[in-house]
Every structure is written in structure tokens, then in C-alpha cells.
């Protein structure tokens, strides 16, 4: 069984940064690619980055794109999300995700694997 545990969320101010991790057992994680997404409450899951399984290729989604950085560990199977100049519409619960299946990196429903989520809060 795949597990996937974020952390690093929490309460940042405007301009600040967060670093997420996600750790990932039960699988070969350099098999997969990963994904972060993100989602608010009564709103549906939204892409924000993706990694290729050898971390030679990311994806962003636009409004991320130049302030957020996904990178991987495959040594320590970790992904991470560097979030720097956050703004209070960054604020959502995020999660990572495994990539199992489909051709689309942002499509949520190309993940089969998700983590149990990570608040950030980005007040004004």
C-alpha cells in the first residue's frame, strides 16, 4: 500500500515562504512521477506542479509559475514544494499525489496515490 505524508504546511505572512515535503513509502518512487495540488473548501482539486520520475522535467500551474519550485530526492523518496512570495490566494489545503495512470500531468485524475493534505495559510 502506498502511503504519501505531507508536511512543512502551516500560517505564513504575505511575501513569506514555505518549503512542503511529501515522504513516500510502499512503492518504487522513482517509478513515478509526482504531483502537488491544492483545493479549498466546496471547490474542486487544482493543479499547482508536477515532477517526471527522474526530476528532468516539472510543470506549473500558471499561477505558481516563477514562485514555486518542485524538485525530488529519489535517494530519500521525497518530493518537495519550495513556495516562495506566497499570497493570501495561495492559501488551501495541498496534497501530493502519485502518478499512476494517463497521460496528463494536471489532471487529478491521472494520480492514484494521494497524501491526507497540509494546510498553508498566507494572511495579508
Known amino acids: 500500500q502506498v502511503q504519501l505524508v505531507e508536511s512543512g504546511g502551516g500560517l505564513v505572512q504575505a511575501g513569506g515562504s514555505l518549503r512542503l515535503s511529501c515522504a513516500a513509502s510502499?512503492?518504487?518512487?522513482?517509478?513515478?512521477?509526482m504531483g502537488w495540488f491544492r483545493q479549498l473548501p466546496g471547490k474542486e482539486r487544482e493543479f499547482v506542479a508536477a515532477?517526471?520520475?527522474?526530476?528532468?522535467?516539472?510543470y506549473y500551474a500558471g499561477s505558481v509559475k516563477g514562485r514555486f519550485t518542485i524538485y525530488r530526492d529519489n535517494a530519500k523518496n521525497t518530493v518537495y514544494l519550495q513556495m516562495n512570495s506566497l499570497k493570501p490566494e495561495d492559501t488551501a489545503v495541498y496534497y501530493c499525489?502519485?502518478?499512476?495512470?494517463?497521460?496528463?500531468?494536471?489532471?487529478?485524475?491521472?494520480?492514484?496515490?494521494w497524501g491526507q493534505g497540509t494546510q498553508v495559510t498566507v494572511s495579508s
Open positions: 510502499g512503492r518504487t518512487f522513482s517509478s513515478d512521477a
Open positions: 499525489a502519485a502518478k499512476n495512470s494517463g497521460s496528463s500531468y494536471y489532471n487529478p485524475m491521472s494520480y492514484g496515490y
Open positions: 515532477i517526471s520520475q527522474s526530476g528532468g522535467s516539472t
